[in-house]
């Protein structure tokens, strides 16, 4: 069985770039199950029928169902050297019915306070036309009414861009996938970075766990 590598941190962390570095230095494909999840759906696949009986009620769509998408992603040939699972698992439940179909070998967590996760999310904005991102205190656009970009005159915030919503996500995070880096500690296979840095020097210690 070929080895993955699993990368996991509080939203807000940066996994998405980091991921991506990853992808880059190791050839693994990354596996997020929102992809598989919608991917399943446009295809009409059996488990993706099922997913979107879940979804379009509302309802979480159960592990088994993800863990089965999961199993058929890893039979596809860009999987043949594992795969990087980004953002699952998010529970203990899922680590254990994921070691039961992939081998992980490397556990990242990209730990980073809850006041700097808050200050990051609270603190973006995007224009309006072209979609560049600011931010108020990292990235400020000259004018906070008037995108640098390209000169349009109206920036957004996500609604749920707020700090009650982001500290609810927060409590969620701690209680369900936090506990997850002792259960991977004890097998020996987890590392932690330090998020609270220059985007730079993240990837320089995660490429020197890899």
Known sequence: MASSIVLFG??????GTQAG?????????????????????????????????????????????????IKERLTESDAINGVLFDGFPRT????????EIAEVSIVI??????????ERICGRYTCGACGAVYHDLF??????NVCDECGHIGMKRRADDNE???RNRLEAYH?????LADWYRERGIFSAVNGDQDI???GEEIAAIL
Do not use: C, F, H, W
């Not at 509080?10 to 996994?15: C, L």
């Open 175 to 179: 209680a369900q996938t936090s506990p």
């Open 200 to 202: 730079v020097k993240v």
């Open 109 to 118: 967590a990209i730990e980073v306070p809850d006041n700097r996760i808050v």
């Open 10 to 15: 509080p939203p807000g962390a940066g996994k």
């Open 21 to 69: 570095n990853i992808v880059k230095m190791t050839g693994k494909p990354q596996v997020s199950t929102g992809d598989m999840l919608r991917a399943a759906v446009t295809a009409g696949t059996a488990l993706g029928i099922e997913a979107k009986g879940y979804m379009e009620s509302g309802q979480l769509v159960p592990d088994a169902v993800i863990i089965g998408l």
């Open 92 to 99: 203990i439940a899922q680590a254990e019915a994921l070691s």
């Open 164 to 166: 009650d919503t982001v």
């Open 139 to 144: 990235n400020p656009s000259n004018d906070p």
